[in-house]
């Protein structure tokens, strides 16, 4: 009877769970979280975050061993694949290139939107990364390995 409730609704957040809990380890221990002088640490988003994804996993965790039937479709491991391949294409292609085509897919191809409202959506949220992270913040994303055989 257990075997049956194990399915994509059971695995996700379990494994969400796990790296919810890795980050936060590595965010507090690693990075740090914070001190008294400066403020925050480099670890302090990364704990934040790890913390609330565990939170949240577990809820999802117990939500899904109540569900009467658990299914495993399809569907529910495209945003697993969507998030490795945009950590492969960092490696390859670099941040912003790799966030750029998945939102792009995603929005015009999965949620089916028209081109005009995936480059409004494209152009919006182009303006919030770049601008806040890369300008604002001076976050410098990984460029890739076709940047860094070519420049």
Do not use: H
């Amino acid at each position: 009877m257990f075997k049956e409730k194990i399915g994509t609704k059971t695995i996700l957040p379990l494994g969400t769970t796990i790296l919810g809990i890795i980050f936060s380890v590595i965010g507090f221990f690693k990075y740090g979280f914070w001190d008294e002088n400066i403020g925050t640490l480099p670890g302090f988003f990364p704990t934040i975050i790890g913390l609330l994804l565990t939170g949240i996993s577990i809820l999802a965790l117990f939500q899904s061993i109540n569900d009467e039937k658990n299914s495993s479709r399809k569907e529910n491991w495209y945003p697993v694949l969507a998030v490795i391949l945009i950590i492969i294409g960092n490696f390859i292609f670099g941040m912003y290139i790799s966030l750029f085509a998945f939102l792009i897919y995603w929005v015009r191809f999965y949620e089916k939107c028209s081109w005009k409202e995936t480059i409004v959506i494209f152009t919006i949220m182009f303006v919030i990364v770049v601008g806040a992270f890369g300008a604002w913040l001076n976050i410098n994303f990984p460029k890739g390995l076709i940047y860094n055989l070519l420049f």
